[in-house]
């Protein structure tokens, strides 16, 4: 399984991105995606996440009308579409899918919020 990460990069507050993800290398359906991230000295944490079936999401609360994750499950692509960009959304972000009762990560892509 491979998972390539593109969209990160530098930002002022107030801004947006968007993050891409392609899933590779698989034959079994997954059952979905999400997006964490990991802010400097601090553990890696949920942002969102979508099943495949149904396209169910979840977010966590400090992103809640910010970001919005989607899916095209035709080409295995999840995004991270993340607006009113702050300080604080600085991180490295990693997508992982969920396929088989296995979490696959990706290398991660660098967000830094700064004036």
């Known amino acids: 399984v491979q998972l390539v990460e593109s969209g990160g990069g530098l930002v002022q507050p107030g801004g947006s991105l968007r993050l891409s993800c392609a899933a590779s290398?698989?034959?079994?359906?997954?059952?979905?995606m999400s997006w964490h991230r990991q802010r400097t000295g601090l553990g890696r944490e949920l942002v969102a996440a979508i099943t495949r079936v149904g396209g169910r999401t979840n977010y966590a609360d400090f992103v809640k009308g910010r970001f919005t994750i989607s899916s095209d499950n035709a080409n295995d692509t999840v995004y991270l579409q993340m607006n009113d960009l702050q300080s604080e959304d600085t991180a490295v972000y990693y997508c992982?899918?969920?396929?088989?009762?296995?979490?696959?990560w990706g290398q991660g892509t660098q967000v830094t919020v700064s004036s």
């Open positions: 992982r899918l969920l396929i088989g009762g296995t979490a696959h």
């Open positions: 290398g698989f034959a079994l359906s997954p059952y979905g």
